[in-house]
């Protein structure tokens, strides 16, 4: 039997013929991730995001992530009573951007949303990731994921260096203007200003 080049089509076991053609990536959507959670799948085994169609493990939490968490959310709960906003602070809460992600960030300012699932897009204000080890794949990843989607305002606190990068502008794969606030000052949403950080209760 005569095989001719790869993107021929071949004969096999001599009677049936298939293109011949590379394996391809199958990327998840979100509603086969939501599946395969709802299966069972992940029981067990931590906590899980779809990043562009590929489930990515998450860090374990430990107590200075979880403090630092925890902080950040009761200050930003006080201002968005003080100032009466029509937005609440979810953590932890599914995100979803686009058909095949659905991240997890640590905070997320929202508007309400009537159909009370996954936030949606729209809905979205300023995320918050708190990054210690996951700090490589927060800027490889997620910062041009959120930037990419278009979410407005991102901010990565960095546990390690002691720094928070502020990020706005979305583009095409990261965000335009980003600064750079060390822990000790006050940093407030752009998009958001009643809402504000006091960093030096991040110690």
Same mark, same amino acid.
């Given at each position: 039997?005569?095989?001719?080049?790869?993107? !021929?089509?071949?004969? $096999?076991?001599?009677? /049936?013929?298939?293109?011949?053609?590379?394996?391809?990536?199958?990327?998840l959507t979100v509603e086969e991730f939501?599946?395969?959670?709802?299966?069972?799948?992940?029981?067990?085994?931590?906590?899980?995001?779809?990043?562009?169609?590929?489930?990515?493990?998450?860090?374990?939490?430990?107590?200075?992530?979880?403090?630092?968490?925890?902080?950040?959310?009761?200050?930003?709960?006080?201002?968005?009573?003080?100032?009466?906003?029509?937005? /609440?602070?979810?953590?932890? $809460?599914?995100?979803?951007?686009?058909?095949?992600?659905?991240?997890?960030?640590?905070?997320?300012?929202?508007?309400? !949303?009537?159909?009370?699932?996954?936030?949606?897009?729209?809905?979205?204000?300023?995320?918050?990731?708190?990054? !210690?080890?996951?700090?490589?794949?927060?800027?490889?990843?997620?910062?041009?994921?959120?930037?990419?989607?278009? $979410?407005?305002?991102?901010?990565?606190?960095?546990?390690?260096?002691?720094?928070?990068?502020?990020?706005? @502008?979305?583009?095409?794969?990261?965000?335009?203007?980003?600064?750079?606030?060390?822990?000790?000052?006050?940093?407030?949403?752009?998009?958001?200003?009643?809402?504000?950080? @006091?960093?030096?209760?991040?110690?």
């Amino acid at each position: 039997m005569s095989i001719g080049p790869t993107n !021929d089509i071949v004969a $096999v076991m001599g009677q /049936e013929h298939f293109p011949v053609s590379e394996p391809t990536l199958h990327k998840l959507t979100v509603e086969e991730f939501v599946s395969l959670d709802a299966a069972g799948f992940f029981l067990g085994k931590g906590r899980f995001e779809l990043i562009e169609g590929e489930i990515y493990q998450m860090s374990p939490l430990h107590r200075p992530h979880g403090r630092v968490i925890i902080e950040i959310g009761s200050q930003f709960h006080r201002a968005v009573e003080a100032a009466a906003l029509d937005l /609440e602070v979810l953590s932890p $809460v599914s995100m979803r951007l686009g058909p095949h992600s659905l991240p997890e960030p640590d905070l997320l300012v929202a508007a309400p !949303d009537p159909d009370d699932q996954f936030v949606e897009l729209g809905f979205a204000r300023l995320a918050i990731e708190v990054a !210690d080890s996951s700090l490589r794949h927060d800027f490889t990843r997620k910062v041009p994921l959120y930037a990419r989607h278009g $979410v407005p305002e991102l901010w990565i606190v960095d546990l390690k260096a002691r720094v928070i990068h502020q990020m706005t @502008d979305p583009g095409a794969e990261a965000y335009s203007t980003v600064e750079v606030h060390p822990f000790g000052g006050r940093v407030a949403s752009k998009l958001v200003p009643q809402i504000a950080l @006091d960093s030096a209760r991040l110690a």
